[in-house]
């Protein structure tokens, strides 16, 4: 092998300490088949890598990460232009994947973008778009930023403008052509009349003149994007389009000037097939393009929701000031019925704030003083001053509209098999239509040249990869849209597939199905012990633990606490200190019976107090059991009706907590919920949905908290509620803004109804072209079927890749469930047309 078959890659590699560290990583990139040469440098990070063969930037990233070394990634978005159907996406996604150090590259058709993972280091940016413009199709780095997200809208709008005017100049040039050709055919007096005034070589000449026109102005468009195409021997539907209506034109050019060059009888002219040609793509583009841009409305309904301007307060005195050019620990000032401009903190003022549009919860909440703000909600009737606490691209908004985005450009692992099949689709179009032209030739009735010609060109056009690669990308744009509209926010898009093929949904039942924040009920004093003295104790224990429980009893105790030591918190037992000279421990019954400590004065009514709902704790001091504590933790006011609509559905529901069994099964008895999972340490939460996934299949896990982090990594989908923990919250594959519960149904109805839309769209592109490519081929003309025209083979291809769009746009109207109280008909419901109808 040649030195010049030899590949190189720079890369960075972390979890470099020492010199062990470096010989370590280079033997694991040696042991690589076909690695020549590898070279870490501790000092900077770096690996040098040379190989030959076949070998994947993917085997080297796998060797160093099982080497405990792994490769630092990072990611790419960009804009590509130029892309018109699925054979396009597959070309530009070859050409990035041959970048050195590119993992992964996706493109997304309908969004027209592409999002690359590759090896930090490894290349510059700039290389990924030069490779995407080799390949044919320019290409621009995304901004993350609000400010870029509003840019790219008005480009697209220029575009879906300048196609309009396209459509109207094509269409007027095209008409006079189309009258006196089909008008002709029709209407014998109107061809008579044509013939006596006009004259029929003149005719001809107007009609090659209009079509000039229209085929090298506003078609031009097909030409330049096609020939390039079929020159690198990679043709795609602009490829299709030229050559057909080049075939047409060209035909009846030398029909026009040159008729002795042709069989006789067969000089006629096909010059309104092209002109048709061209004008009813340019309108199927041009409503394609329209389509394109209601999918991202809901993108574009949250860009909408930041205000250009805000109000700060310097020195006693405000000032008007773009929102771009806030800064962290800015004074704004947010007057009745402004948006609020960036995430902040309330320094002053009370107001109630309408958060729906980011939460989906259409009920306003009181702000005051030390409460969280954010961007793109809207200020009621009160003045709230606040502190700048994020802004820019760190706000939630921004940070909701960047995740959004991310998920709306996944591909869904159905769509890998249309990848495959649309990758040939072109290719094998163009071959269809050449064997069309021979066997008509060879075969067909006299004249046969004219009908090959007409025959070859309908195949050509009448073909459609633009539907099919649509049909998954536009389902997925809006229906994540939407969803982000009811405030459920798909981090991941391929979870939208997983979790409508999920049988059982598992819930977490703390800050979950409960609102989080206990309330102590109930403290009963053992001898030798009072309210007075027990209560300031098991406070000062539980004072350093964040714990819902811990808070609520130290809520109970007041702030005059005295100090604890030596804290130590038990995992799903509870926990053990040492305030004012005295060892405290506070916990679950499991705690006291390990330490030996007997329980039976309480235990008939802790027995009690569970099958209430209450979690109960048990408290020691110096190793003497002093009292009982029973803390009632309320529902949250949708969980019912979120429980009774998932088994409405069909769905199995499970509640897995640390609380006893009596306290569990009472709350889940309350709730509906036939499975329980109780006395859960963090680590049994894992085997518990291990134990679920095996008994019941595909599986959903709801949770919260910090603890809940690996349960939401092991489940096939991971849910956390908006409300609770960043750890949980980057654990997840979907999050409820709002941490209302029947967030979930909404989330299932999105992921059911996006899947059956995707399953629709792929079945009509799909059969679309499978019975209309051999009719345009005139497979049905021996049995006497029709042959189908150029012009009409234009029209049905134009009017398939709206059909997918307008399909995928139905998904808009899916209702939310947080607004219909805690009636569960309703959260749950199956879109019907009639709910889904643009």
């Known amino acids: 092998m040649s030195e010049s078959d030899t590949r190189e890659l720079n890369l960075e590699v972390t979890g470099l300490n020492c010199a062990g560290c470096v010989g370590r990583a280079e033997r694991a990139l040696a042991t690589v088949d076909g690695v020549t040469k590898a070279t870490v440098n501790l000092a900077n990070g770096r690996a040098y890598v040379s190989w030959q063969g076949d070998t994947d930037v993917a085997d080297l990233r796998d060797a160093l990460a099982t080497a405990g070394y792994p490769a630092a990634e990072t990611t790419l978005d960009v804009?590509?232009?130029?892309?018109?159907?699925?054979?396009?996406?597959?070309?530009?996604?070859?050409?990035?994947?041959?970048?050195?150090?590119?993992?992964?590259?996706?493109?997304?058709?309908?969004?027209?973008?592409?999002?690359?993972?590759?090896?930090?280091?490894?290349?510059?940016?700039?290389?990924?778009?030069?490779?995407?413009?080799?390949?044919?199709?320019?290409?621009?780095?995304?901004?993350?930023?609000i400010d870029g997200a509003q840019s790219r809208q008005i480009e697209k709008q220029g575009e879906i403008r300048l196609l309009g005017r396209q459509v109207l100049w094509a269409a007027a040039l095209t008409l006079p052509v189309f009258v006196i050709e089909m008008g002709g055919h029709m209407l014998p007096w109107l061809h008579h009349w044509i013939v006596g005034t006009i004259g029929t070589g003149n005719s001809q000449i107007l009609q090659f003149m209009l079509t000039t026109l229209v085929l090298f102005g506003p078609g031009l468009r097909f030409y330049r994007l096609g020939v390039p195409a079929l020159m690198r021997?990679?043709?795609?539907?602009?490829?299709?389009?030229?050559?057909?209506?080049?075939?047409?034109?060209?035909?009846?050019?030398?029909?026009?000037?040159?008729?002795?060059?042709?069989?006789?009888?067969?000089?006629?002219?096909?010059?309104?097939?092209?002109?048709?040609?061209?004008?009813?793509?340019?309108?199927?583009?041009?409503?394609?393009?329209?389509a394109k841009g209601r999918t991202g409305a809901a993108i574009r309904a949250l860009v909408g929701l930041q205000p250009k301007t805000a109000l700060v307060v310097v020195a006693n005195q405000t000032?008007?000031?773009?929102?771009?050019?806030?800064?962290?620990?800015?004074?704004?000032?947010?007057?009745?019925?402004?948006?609020?401009?960036?995430?902040?903190?309330?320094?002053?003022?009370?107001?109630?704030?309408?958060?729906?549009?980011i939460t989906g919860e259409p009920v306003p909440n009181e702000k005051r003083a030390g409460d969280?703000?954010?961007?793109?909600?809207?200020?009621?009737?009160?003045?709230?001053?606040?502190?700048?606490?994020?802004?820019?691209?760190?706000?939630?908004?921004?940070?909701?509209?960047?995740?959004?985005?991310?998920?709306?450009?996944?591909?869904?692992?159905?769509?890998?098999?249309?990848?495959?099949?649309?990758?040939?689709?072109?290719?094998?179009?163009?071959?269809?239509?050449?064997?069309?032209?021979?066997?008509?030739?060879?075969?067909?009735?006299?004249?046969?040249?004219?009908?090959?010609?007409?025959?070859?060109?309908?195949?050509?056009?009448?073909a459609c990869p633009c539907a099919m690669g649509l049909a998954t990308p536009t389902s997925i744009m809006v229906g994540i849209g939407r969803a982000a509209q009811m405030g459920v926010l798909f981090r991941k898009g391929d979870a939208l597939q997983r979790l409508q093929e999920t049988s059982i949904v598992a819930l977490d039942k703390t800050g979950t199905l409960t609102q989080g924040r206990p309330t102590l009920t109930v403290l009963r004093c053992a001898e030798g012990f009072d309210r007075a003295t027990l209560l300031p104790l098991l406070a000062a224990a539980e004072a350093q633990s964040e714990h819902p429980i811990a808070r609520a009893i130290v809520a109970a105790a007041g702030p005059d606490l005295p100090a604890a030591t030596d804290v130590e918190a038990i995992p799903g037992f509870g926990l053990r200190a040492k305030v004012a000279g005295r060892q405290i421990l506070i916990g679950a019954a499991r705690l006291m019976q390990r330490e030996g400590i007997a329980c039976q004065p309480f235990e008939a009514e802790a027995d009690d107090l569970a099958a209430t709902g209450a979690t109960t704790l048990f408290a020691a001091v110096n190793g003497q059991l002093a009292g009982l504590a029973a803390v009632t933790d309320p529902i949250k006011p949708g969980s019912r009706a979120a429980v009774e609509a998932m088994v409405s559905r069909g769905l199995k529901v499970a509640m897995l907590t640390g609380d006893g069994p009596k306290t569990a099964r009472a709350i889940a008895d309350d709730l509906g919920i036939d499975i329980v999972e109780a006395n859960c340490l963090p680590g049994d939460k894992v085997t518990a949905l291990e134990a679920l996934q095996r008994e019941h299949g595909t599986l959903a896990f709801v949770g919260d908290g910090i603890n809940d982090a690996p349960a939401l990594a092991a489940a096939d989908v991971g849910i956390a509620i908006g409300t609770g923990t960043d750890v949980a919250i980057e654990t997840a594959d979907i999050v409820l803004v709002s941490g209302d519960l029947r967030g979930v149904a909404n989330a299932i109805t999105v992921s059911r109804a996006t899947m059956r839309n995707i399953r629709q769209n792929l079945g009509w592109a799909f059969g679309y072209n499978i019975l209309l490519v051999p009719v345009a081929a005139g497979l049905?003309?021996?049995?006497?079927?029709?042959?189908?025209?150029?012009?009409?083979?234009?029209?049905?291809?134009?009017?398939?890749?709206?059909?997918?769009?307008?399909?995928?746009?139905?998904?808009?109207?899916?209702?939310?469930?947080?607004?219909?109280?805690?009636?569960?008909?309703?959260?749950?419901?199956?879109?019907t047309l009639e709910e889904v109808r643009p």
Request: net charge neutral; hydrophobic share 50%.
């Open 79 to 145: 804009q590509v232009s130029r892309l018109s159907c699925a054979g396009c996406v597959g070309r530009v996604e070859r050409a990035l994947r041959a970048v050195p150090g590119v993992i992964a590259a996706h493109v997304n058709l309908a969004q027209e973008r592409a999002h690359v993972v590759y090896l930090a280091g490894s290349l510059a940016p700039d290389d990924v778009l030069h490779a995407s413009e080799a390949a044919g199709y320019p290409a621009k780095r995304l901004t993350a930023d």
């Open 233 to 290: 021997a990679a043709p795609d539907m602009n490829g299709l389009v030229a050559i057909g209506t080049a075939a047409a034109y060209g035909f009846s050019v030398v029909a026009t000037f040159a008729p002795g060059l042709l069989p006789v009888g067969t000089a006629n002219v096909y010059y309104e097939a092209a002109a048709v040609i061209v004008t009813l793509i340019l309108l199927g583009r041009w409503l394609e393009a329209r």
């Open 319 to 357: 000032e008007e000031r773009l929102v771009v050019d806030l800064r962290e620990g800015d004074h704004v000032r947010a007057r009745p019925g402004e948006r609020i401009a960036v995430d902040g903190l309330v320094l002053s003022g009370r107001s109630y704030v309408d958060e729906g549009m």
């Open 372 to 462: 969280q703000l954010n961007a793109g909600t809207i200020n009621g009737a009160g003045v709230l001053d606040y502190r700048a606490t994020h802004v820019g691209a760190d706000t939630l908004l921004a940070q909701i509209i960047r995740m959004v985005e991310q998920a709306q450009g996944a591909k869904l692992p159905v769509q890998a098999l249309v990848d495959r099949i649309t990758l040939w689709f072109v290719p094998a179009v163009i071959a269809i239509a050449a064997l069309t032209v021979t066997a008509w030739l060879l075969f067909g009735p006299a004249p046969a040249l004219p009908l090959a010609l007409v025959a070859g060109v309908s195949v050509l056009i009448i």
């Open 780 to 831: 049905l003309v021996p049995f006497g079927g029709p042959l189908l025209s150029p012009g009409l083979a234009a029209g049905a291809m134009a009017l398939s890749s709206v059909f997918v769009l307008s399909n995928a746009l139905r998904l808009r109207r899916m209702r939310s469930g947080l607004d219909q109280g805690d009636t569960a008909t309703n959260v749950l419901a199956e879109p």
